[in-house]
């Protein structure tokens, strides 16, 4: 089972990247191994504090990708799974399920509202990604004050 965040383009498997399926897990961790070795730029996204194999960050022209592939003994759920991306424009890209780098770059031309593809896209919010139709509309939904 997959989760969108439309303003964060986060593919979450389970609920919030929390999952008992072994198959999400992996997934995951496949989608992070085949970035990489297609040349993506890697590293711990905590420093010390936690190995790469659980948390990493991946960067490759101007595209950032968070991968989060954590094991718990004593949470409510096994296993965390998640790839979160941005572009080169810092807005949220929708991750493709099985990792795609010609999928990556066209990302930037989706609107992660309603899916509309190729289009010219603007920022929602923090970081959401949104067409012309799509862009009033979810920004006529935020609160005057949502940055403050």
């Not at 991946?58 to 409510?76: E, I, P, S």
């Not at 949104?130 to 935020?142: F, I, N, S, V």
Request: some cysteine; hydrophobic content about 35%; overall charge neutral.
């Amino acid at each position: 089972m997959e989760a969108i965040n439309a303003t964060q383009g986060t593919v979450s498997r389970g609920e919030w990247g929390f999952t008992d399926s072994i198959h999400d897990f992996n997934a995951v961790v496949a989608w992070r191994d085949a970035a990489i070795a297609d040349g993506w730029e890697h590293r711990p996204t905590y420093g010390t504090h936690e190995s790469e194999d659980r948390a990493c960050k991946l960067t490759r022209d101007g595209f950032v990708v968070n991968v989060l592939t954590r094991t718990h003994d004593k949470a409510k759920r096994r296993y965390e799974a998640q790839v979160s991306a941005w572009g080169p424009d810092g807005l949220a890209i929708r991750v493709p399920d099985i990792y795609d780098w010609h999928a990556m770059q066209n990302a930037v031309m989706r609107c992660n509202y309603c899916g509309a593809c190729p289009v010219e896209t603007s920022r929602v919010a923090f970081a959401g990604r949104a067409c012309g139709t799509c862009g009033p509309q979810e920004r006529a939904k935020l609160s005057r004050d949502w940055a403050k």
